[in-house]
């Protein structure tokens, strides 16, 4: 597709149970990023890959996050055990691999934790 | 670390008047982006303009411009004729190039505009 693709594009899960959330960037998009934004919250950053690179994992809030990302293609943000604080909206983003373009969101994934 | 700050959680404006929403960030880098975005309730971000460190010019788009002052690590954004559709949440944004290698995108935490009809 055109854009960042972000599924799905809600989910509703029960405490303690594990969610995956899926990202696929734009074609050609080195840069990729997951934000957390809670409601009426700004952009909470959680991990950023850049190529090969090791990614930027410093934004993750607890051992229960990890993220994946295989090359330059899909994402997967994993939520373990998860609980009520983790309700938020995720966003990912994707751009080239200069550092003047524009990063391009997904619509994001609303998780609600029940 | 570096650090995005927006001191101003909301501001209200009058249809076709200007408006200014103020950001203001933390570097010990020299070569950096700063990007204004913009979340309108549809929840999709929207690249409004940026603006490179090394250019003193400040950055236009249409109706919207930026006050870049490097040395104050101030980057302002200023509406001009607002309209109704420049409701929205706005978020000012950091990037580091450092070495010319893309660095983490970073946000504050957005300012709400209302548009007063």
């Known amino acids: 597709g055109a854009g960042v693709s972000q599924s799905p594009s809600n989910k509703v899960t029960e405490k303690g149970k594990d969610v995956e959330l899926r990202c696929d960037p734009i074609?050609?998009?080195?840069?990729l990023y997951w934000y957390r934004q809670r409601l009426g919250q700004g952009l909470e950053f959680l991990i950023y890959f850049q190529g090969n690179s090791a990614p930027d994992k410093s934004g993750l809030p607890s051992d229960r996050f990890s993220a994946e990302r295989t090359g330059e293609s899909v994402s997967t943000l994993t939520i373990q055990r998860t609980q009520q604080e983790d309700s938020a909206v995720y966003l990912c983003a994707s751009s080239l691999r200069d550092a003047n373009t524009e990063a391009f969101f997904g619509q994001g994934t609303r998780l609600t934790v029940v | 670390a570096q650090t995005v700050t927006q001191s101003q959680p909301e501001m209200s404006v009058q249809e076709a008047e200007t408006v200014t929403l103020s950001c203001t960030y933390d570097t010990s880098e020299s070569d950096y982006y700063l990007f204004w975005y913009k979340q309108p309730p549809s929840r999709q971000m929207i690249l409004v303009i940026r603006?490179?460190?090394?250019?003193?010019q400040n950055a236009t788009e249409n109706r919207f411009s930026v006050n870049f002052q490097k040395a104050a690590k101030s980057f302002s954004l200023k509406i001009s004729d607002s309209q109704l559709g420049d409701a929205a949440m706005y978020f000012c944004a950091y990037r580091s190039n450092y070495g010319g290698s893309q660095g983490n995108l970073i946000f504050g935490k957005g300012t709400k505009l209302s548009v007063k009809p």
């Open positions: 074609s050609g998009h080195t840069a």
């Open positions: 603006q490179e460190a090394y250019k003193q």
